[in-house]
């Protein structure tokens, strides 16, 4: 209940930026989807996917902050979750180059929303450290989650179900844009 709940006005600067990314679904699915995926792939990856996706997440908060247009926002953040869901449903691995610059893609998008989402004369500066902090840490939740999966005997299986049951997430979503 904690986590589905709105953020109160009362919480500001780093502490609703913390927040900002626990609102959402389609935004928590997505993030701790990039971590699972990135350990599915493995190696680099591990570090590599999630990193891309947090330094593009600053480039899309300041395209918010500063009202820039950017079209297919919300349909960019829901393909997020479908694209991610499948991608680990059916144990893809791309490059290394190709997998960064997809989520980083995604993380221009989510980035944007959180960015221009942010409440009114907040602190800039500390808002981006909040919700580019909270999504490091739901890319490590969904990293540690799936190497604990991958783990267990028929783990392999439930990550895949899981991704797939993420798509499916995805594929809601798209009915209520």
């Given at each position: 209940?904690?986590?589905?709940?709105?953020?109160?006005?009362?919480?500001?600067?780093?502490?609703?930026?913390?927040?900002?990314?626990?609102?959402?679904?389609?935004?928590?699915?997505?993030?701790?989807?990039?971590?699972?995926?990135?350990?599915?792939?493995?190696?680099?990856?591990?570090?590599?996917?999630?990193?891309?996706?947090?330094?593009?997440?600053?480039?899309?908060?300041?395209?918010?902050?500063?009202?820039?247009?950017?079209?297919?926002?919300?349909?960019?953040?829901v393909l997020?979750?479908?694209?991610?869901?499948?991608?680990?449903?059916?144990?893809?691995?791309?490059?290394?180059?190709?997998?960064?610059?997809?989520?980083?893609?995604?993380?221009?998008?989510?980035?944007?929303?959180?960015?221009?989402?942010?409440?009114?004369?907040?602190?800039?500066?500390?808002?981006?450290?909040?919700?580019?902090?909270?999504?490091?840490?739901?890319?490590?939740?969904?990293?540690?989650?799936?190497?604990?999966?991958?783990?267990?005997?028929?783990?392999?299986?439930?990550?895949?179900?899981?991704?797939?049951a993420?798509?499916?997430?995805?594929?809601?979503?798209?009915?209520?844009?």
């Amino acid at each position: 209940m904690l986590l589905a709940s709105a953020a109160a006005s009362a919480h500001s600067g780093v502490e609703a930026g913390w927040l900002h990314p626990l609102s959402g679904t389609d935004h928590l699915l997505a993030m701790i989807a990039i971590g699972a995926w990135s350990c599915q792939m493995g190696g680099r990856a591990i570090w590599l996917v999630p990193t891309a996706f947090v330094a593009s997440m600053l480039v899309g908060g300041v395209l918010g902050f500063e009202q820039v247009e950017l079209p297919g926002v919300e349909t960019g953040i829901v393909l997020s979750v479908l694209l991610l869901g499948l991608a680990i449903g059916f144990e893809r691995r791309f490059s290394l180059l190709i997998a960064s610059i997809g989520v980083g893609l995604f993380g221009v998008f989510h980035g944007y929303a959180h960015g221009y989402e942010m409440p009114v004369m907040e602190d800039k500066v500390s808002y981006t450290l909040g919700f580019l902090s909270t999504t490091a840490l739901l890319h490590i939740v969904g990293a540690v989650g799936a190497w604990w999966l991958l783990r267990l005997k028929h783990g392999r299986i439930i990550l895949r179900a899981l991704g797939f049951a993420c798509a499916a997430c995805g594929v809601y979503l798209f009915t209520r844009l």
